[in-house]
């Protein structure tokens, strides 16, 4: 059974930083593309970033590009994303998930990003 457990959020003021992580254990992890999403409240879920199953590759939202950046450790089985210069419209739940392209498999529960201005 696939598991994601996404940590690290929290409050933080304008202009901080954070860094999620995803564990993800039950699928050969290095074999799948990874993906951060978020959803603020009152919005659909949206794409954040993606990262491909070796680390070489990265996509990002323009809205976080310059900003955000994805990576990931094959022999920890965890992805992650480091947030800088973090705005108030950051703020929201964001989810880790297996695949990439739209194409989905597997979702984690969410970790709170609180940005206060």
């Known amino acids: 059974q696939v598991q994601l457990v996404e940590s690290g959020g929290g409050l933080v003021q304008a202009g901080g930083s954070l860094r999620l992580s995803c564990a993800a254990s039950?699928?050969?992890?290095?074999?799948?593309?990874m993906s951060w999403f978020r959803q603020a409240p009152g919005k659909e879920r949206e794409f954040v970033a993606t990262i491909n199953k070796s680390g070489g590759t990265t996509y990002y939202a323009d809205s976080v590009k310059g900003r955000f950046t994805i990576f990931r450790d094959n022999a920890k089985n965890t992805v992650y994303l480091q947030m800088n210069s973090l705005k108030s419209e950051d703020t929201a739940v964001y989810y880790c998930?297996?695949?990439?392209?739209?194409?989905?498999?597997?979702w984690g529960q969410g970790t709170q990003v609180t940005v206060s201005s």
């Open positions: 039950g699928h050969t992890f290095s074999r799948y593309a």
């Open positions: 998930a297996v695949g990439a392209a739209g194409s989905y498999e597997y």
